[in-house]
């Protein structure tokens, strides 16, 4: 059964660079069908899909912080990461890791259970 | 840019009946409409892709309907466990991009 599982710092100091890690467990992470992402919800707020990125390399991110943010694969530990640069108080969240779906019926079909992350000083 | 409305926000519903939750998209999106489920401290889950073909292990009181624009989430003899937060997403291919609403709370009446 797959299970998808972040883990990083709960809180993280204003312009600093918030560092999280997915571990992908049951499935590999070098399946060609696959992208591999980040979600996050921010308090009272809906969902927002920061980016994916393929066992390959190549990466997508969305526009509103393609400019802070880095995700990447480590293939010889089934995991993958999320680099968020500049972190302001709007960047308290529950990140969320997942398995992303980009072909056919676009959609994102598993989840981990997410890290709550609070930027303050 | 492609903007994902959701009606109601918050839709108040018995145990046993059935809720109907909406959701519009800005541009047409063919079917390309996914629905998911949210609690708090688990992990989200999808049950509705393809406008109306429910993910594995979904039960079939969950049903999806729509197309273009409009689209529909169709829980019926609702259940205690049901009682969550839902969320419609659509997907563009160029550039690649995730959009969600801004959900639809489903609370017992």
């Known amino acids: 059964q797959m299970q998808l599982q972040e883990s990083g710092p709960g809180l993280v100091k204003p312009s600093e660079t918030l560092s999280l890690t997915c571990l992908v467990s049951?499935?590999?992470?070098?399946?060609?069908?696959?992208?591999w992402g980040w979600i996050r919800q921010s308090p009272g707020k809906g969902l927002e899909w920061m980016g994916g990125v393929y066992y390959g390399g190549s990466a997508y991110y969305n526009p509103s912080v393609n400019s802070r943010v880095t995700i990447f694969v480590d293939m010889s530990k089934n995991q993958f990461y999320l680099k968020l640069t500049s972190l302001t108080a709007a960047d308290t969240a529950v990140y969320y890791c997942?398995?992303?779906?980009?072909?056919?019926?676009?959609?994102?079909?598993?989840w981990g259970q997410g890290i709550l992350v609070s930027v303050s000083s | 840019e492609m903007v994902m409305t959701q009606s109601p926000a918050t839709l108040s519903v018995s145990p046993g009946e059935r809720a109907t939750l909406s959701c519009r998209g800005s541009q047409s999106l063919s079917y390309n409409l996914a629905w998911y489920q949210l609690k708090p401290g688990q992990a989200p889950r999808l049950l509705i892709y393809g406008a109306s073909t429910r993910a594995t292990g979904v039960p079939p009181r969950f049903s999806g309907s729509g197309s273009g624009t409009e689209f529909t989430l169709t829980i019926s003899g609702l259940q205690s466990e049901d009682f969550a937060v839902y969320y419609c997403q659509q997907y563009n291919n160029w550039p690649p991009m995730y959009t969600f609403g801004q959900g639809t709370k489903l609370e017992i009446k």
């Open positions: 049951g499935f590999s992470i070098d399946s060609n069908s696959y992208y």
């Open positions: 997942a398995r992303l779906v980009f072909s056919g019926f676009a959609r994102i079909d598993h």
